[in-house]
Nanobody, 122 residues
Framework: QVQLVESGGGLVQAGGSLRLSCAAS????????MGWFRQAPGKEREFVAA????????FYADSVKGRFTISREKVKNTVYLQMNSLKPEDTAVYYC???????????????WGKGTLVTVSS
């Protein structure tokens, strides 16, 4: 089992930045990928970014490419999402996920955090 705890959400103006953190605990050795998804009100949970835990290869949704950066700090068992140039349409609950078979699908991940709310005002 893997436990995930997100932090760093909040309210920010359009054009601003936030950094989300996700601390993992438990059976970390089983993790192949860690990632971030988001879910806006009335919408499905969508893929944002993922990183391979061992090699650090990164993957992004087109909507965030060039603005968001995912990274990991293996010593701290933590993954980060640096979000720059935020837009109102980035407003959502952001969820951390671990251990994936298909990284772009929410159903492809085994472990989830409880989420952290990001609100971008215009």
């Amino acid at each position: 089992q893997v436990q995930l705890v997100e932090s760093g959400g909040g309210l920010v103006q359009a054009g601003g930045s936030l950094r989300l953190s996700c601390a993992a605990s438990g059976s970390i050795f089983s993790i192949n990928f860690m990632g971030w998804f988001r879910q806006a009100p009335g919408k499905e949970r969508e893929f944002v970014a993922a990183i391979s835990w061992s090699g650090g290869n990164t993957f992004y949704a087109d909507s965030v490419k060039g603005r968001f950066t995912i990274s990991r700090e293996k010593v701290k068992n933590t993954v980060y999402l640096q979000m720059n140039s935020l837009k109102p349409e980035d407003t959502a609950v952001y969820y951390c996920a671990a251990d994936a078979k298909i990284i772009t699908l929410a159903t492809g991940w085994n472990y989830w955090g409880k989420g952290t709310l990001v609100t971008v005002s215009s």
